[in-house]
Antibody, heavy 116, light 105 residues
């Protein structure tokens, strides 16, 4: 059974940093691209970043370029999202997803609240 | 960015057929996908590449369309289908529709 379990969320002040992790199991992690998708409270879904199966390629939405970094450790089957210079508009539930043109498996999500 | 437009809400009775539309601001070939999200849960993939049923999804769900106009159909609708349905395109940079909230009468 495919499982994606996020961790690392919480309350953070504007301008500070936070790192999310996603532990994957139930599939060969190193064979798949992975992504983070977020959802602000009572809002829709928004793609944040994607990383290729081997980590050689990364892609970001414009609003997080230069602030967020997606990475992975295939030996640990773990996906990461380093978030710097956080803003109030980054407040959302962040989902770890497996990506193959579409997002076929999702974690339960982790809440990130950016507030002073 | 490719903008996806969905109707905000629909209300149907159990046993009826419902069609949820998604219109793209530019052509996305067949790279349109559909998700169901129930309150407090993560999204779940229903349909990928316009018309392919995801694993474990009941055959009551189907998808159609190509280019700019796509439809998710549920027939017949059941009480458990109360949820918000999102479309997503991956032909250009990934974008999602705002979602259609399906309520049962």
């Amino acid at each position: 059974e495919v499982q994606l379990v996020e961790s690392g969320g919480g309350l953070v002040q504007p301008g500070r940093s936070m790192k999310l992790s996603c532990a994957a199991s139930g599939f060969t992690f190193s064979n798949y691209g992975m992504a983070w998708v977020r959802q602000a409270p009572t809002k829709g879904l928004e793609w944040v970043a994607t990383i290729s199966y081997d980590g050689s390629s990364t892609y970001y939405r414009d609003s997080v370029k230069g602030r967020f970094t997606i990475s992975r450790d295939n030996a640990k089957s773990t996906l990461y999202l380093q978030m710097n210079s956080l803003r109030s508009e980054d407040t959302a539930t962040y989902y770890c997803t497996r990506e193959t043109f579409y997002f076929d498996y999702w974690g339960q999500g982790v809440m990130v609240t950016v507030s002073s | 960015d490719t903008v996806l437009t969905q109707s905000p809400a629909l209300a149907v009775s159990p046993g009826e057929r419902v069609s949820i539309s998604c219109r793209a601001s530019e052509g996305v070939n067949s790279y349109m996908h559909w998700y169901q999200q129930k309150p407090g849960q993560q999204p779940k993939l229903l349909i990928y590449k316009a018309s392919n049923l995801a694993s474990g999804v009941p055959a009551r769900f189907s998808g159609s369309g190509s280019g700019t106009d796509f439809t998710l159909t549920i027939d017949p609708v059941e009480a458990d289908d109360t949820a918000t349905y999102f479309c997503q395109q991956s032909w250009n940079e990934d974008t999602f529709g705002a979602g259609t909230k399906l309520e049962l009468k």
